[in-house]
């Protein structure tokens, strides 16, 4: 993975048909998705049960992008490893899911993987102060993780204190939750590059049907680029 600050659209498949995983990633790279986001929820670090380390193996040969994968789980150490044979290139914790964040950090890029941060709404940004040389992404929460398709909660305050911060290292800012056309130019102008989307994206298409993806995915990036009032 090559840096860069770019707007890339990172498409939720905890949105996609559940039956269909293989054709769905296929479906929404081919339609311009820059980036698979896979969230992996356990049930107790919040309320919804996802995707493990064997459903991540077997979504991995069908990306051909990055597979970008969001651990909201905890604890996250013991299951570092798994997820690194299962070929996340990104493995996001939540500084939120345990006490030793930095150790966490440092065992991500030891297994060979990016290193992300996640951050929910209630968390400063200058909680990451003393992280910001050991991540590759910082991801910003605009829902309370746990369930898709919630309403947008206006973060852009912290992602501007966020990439103050981060100055010219290179990490991404990444927005997960309510990303859509109308919310995009708020998070791109005030300094996201990376914009998860799940019911934005896979709304009314299909694997049938993935000229939709592309709208969808295309309706966001063109909002993004627009800026809005924010930028």
Request: hydrophobic content about 50%.
């Amino acid at each position: 993975m090559t840096f860069d600050r770019s707007i890339k659209i990172a498409p939720s498949i905890l949105s996609a048909d559940f039956a269909n995983f293989g054709e769905e990633i296929r479906a929404i790279e081919g339609q311009g998705a820059d980036w698979v986001h896979v969230d992996v929820m356990d049930g107790h670090f919040v309320p919804n049960l996802t995707f493990g380390p064997p459903a991540v193996k077997a979504f991995r040969p069908h990306v051909t992008t990055v597979m970008d994968v969001h651990l909201m789980i905890a604890p996250v150490d013991p299951f570092i490893e798994a997820y690194a044979e299962a070929g996340a290139d990104i493995l996001t914790a939540h500084l939120e899911a345990g006490p030793h964040i930095h150790r966490t950090l440092q065992a991500i890029r030891a297994a060979g993987m990016k290193a992300g941060v996640a951050l929910n709404p209630g968390t400063p940004a200058e909680a990451v102060g003393h992280l910001l040389d050991l991540v590759d992404l910082i991801c910003v929460m605009t829902v309370n993780p746990g369930f898709g398709g919630q309403r947008f909660i206006d973060m852009t305050a912290k992602i501007r204190r966020l990439r103050a911060m981060i100055g010219d290292r290179p990490i991404h800012i990444e927005i997960d939750g309510g990303v859509d056309p109308t919310t995009a130019p708020l998070v791109v102008g005030a300094g996201a590059d990376v914009l998860v989307a799940g019911s934005a994206v896979f709304r009314g298409g299909s694997v049938k049907n993935a000229s939709v993806y592309g709208e969808n995915i295309r309706a966001i990036r063109t909002a993004a680029h627009a800026l809005g009032s924010a930028a």
